[in-house]
Every structure is written in C-alpha cells, then in structure tokens.
C-alpha cells in the first residue's frame, strides 16, 4: 500500500512512495514533484453530482489528481494550499473522519469522500462546510491540513472538549458535536456578551469518543487582517 511519511518542520510536504499499480488522489494543484514512473490524471470521483457537492461543501476542485505508479515505483511530493501543518489519518470501517472546509490533501485510492448532510448547528455557522459537509470513509490513509501548527486530540466519555469554530480541521465522525459559544458562567446572555467583549467567537462542543485534529492559526482572521493592512 502507498506510504505516507510528513516531511519538514516549517510547512512540511507529503512524501507517498508507490509501488508499481498503486494510485493515490489528491486537491487539485496539490503536487509538487513526482518521479518520471509516475502519471498524473484529472478524474471526477463519485460522479458530477459528489464533484459538484465537493465544490459546494469545500470550495474544492471539480476534478481531483489522481497519481498512479504505472511504469514502475515512485515517489511524489504533495503540498497543501494554506501553510501549515500535515496530519495522516487512517480510516477504517469503524473509523471515518468529517473534514473541515479545505482540510482534504491527499488519500490512498480505497479511501471514499463523499458528501453528506451537516447538523443544523454547523450547517448555520462557517467553518464547518454549511449544510454539506464532506466525510471520509473505508479503509485506508488520508492527509489533512490546517493553517499553521497541527495537533491531534483524543476525546473520551466524560471529557468533553470546546474547540474554536475555525480551529477544528477532521474529526471522528462518531463524535457528537454542537456548535455554541464559549461558557463564561453567566447564563447564556453572559456568554454572549463575553463572546463579544473577549473576542472569542463560535465554538464546537464534541463529545464521545473518537480524535479531533485542530490548527494553530485562525485563517479567516488572518484573511481579514492581510486585507485591512493592505488597504492601511
């Protein structure tokens, strides 16, 4: 199977090694360099209706890269649009991932993507891809990314874990999630008004069992800020 390593510090790349037959898909514009054993293809898996439902969730290509080893093995370097940090999932029957908007880098072949229905809460607020949302599922790994730094958590019963709304990059699907804003101890009127006064915005609650991958850098601020000092 192809083997997924992160390689660098600083905006690390995806480092797959494929042996002869073996394929891979990727975002679209996402490959970097990859040895002369290897071929690069457009391809619109799942159909015009999942591409089209990708394009709507994730802001993603229509149509994916898919790099397949066909005259002997090799090795390809891959790159996420945003800088910042690579995460490897393996996704198996009993473990699929809900991706955030623009996480999906790479996945072996035997991974599916696909489009479902978010819950009301998220499908409301942004960050978590409006009223569909893309999940991985089947078996097999798959890279995701986050703007800045990377950090996978482990959520347990009992232990509930608030995370920033434009934090969150992948997380088990079996986990329960709500969308709210952070408790400040002072009723709901409290909480808004200190959402408010401390700058804190939306969070997601997720409980249960499963992981949960975040980011170190908020893009959306980091947007806003690169256009407020550009028009300084």
């Known amino acids: 199977m192809p083997q997924f390593t992160v390689t660098g510090d600083v905006d690390p790349f995806l480092h797959v090694s494929l042996r002869k037959g073996e394929k891979i898909f990727c975002e679209s514009d ?22 089209l ?3 709507f969730a994730n802001d993603e290509s229509i149509f994916q890269q898919e790099i397949e080893a066909v005259d002997g093995d ?3 370097l891959l790159s996420p649009a945003l800088p910042g ?23 072996e072949s035997s991974v599916d993507i696909r489009s479902r229905l978010n819950n009301l809460g998220g499908a409301l607020f942004g960050g978590t891809g409006g009223f569909v949302v893309m999940e991985a599922r089947g078996q097999g790994k798959l890279a995701v990314s986050g703007f800045g730094s990377i950090f996978r958590l482990d959520v ?6 608030v995370i920033d709304n434009n934090h969150a990059v992948a997380w088990s699907s079996t986990l ?13 009127f409290g909480s808004l008004v200190n ?11 997720f409980r249960g069992r ?4 975040v980011c170190s850098r908020n893009r959306e601020l980091f947007v806003s800020q690169a256009r407020r000092a550009g028009s300084a």
């Open 30 to 51: 996402a490959m970097v360099m990859m040895e002369d054993t290897l071929r690069i293809k457009g391809q619109m898996r799942g159909g015009l209706g999942q591409a």
């Open 53 to 55: 439902l990708r394009r």
């Open 74 to 76: 090799g090795d390809c």
């Open 85 to 107: 940090g690579i995460e490897v999932l393996e996704v198996s029957p009993g473990e699929a991932y809900t991706l955030a908007d623009g996480a999906f880098v790479a996945a």
């Open 156 to 161: 347990e019963p009992g232990k509930d874990v």
């Open 176 to 188: 329960q999630y709500e969308v709210g804003v952070a408790r400040s101890g002072g009723g709901l």
């Open 195 to 205: 959402s408010v006064t401390s700058g804190e915005g939306l969070v997601l609650k």
């Open 210 to 213: 499963g992981s949960v991958v």
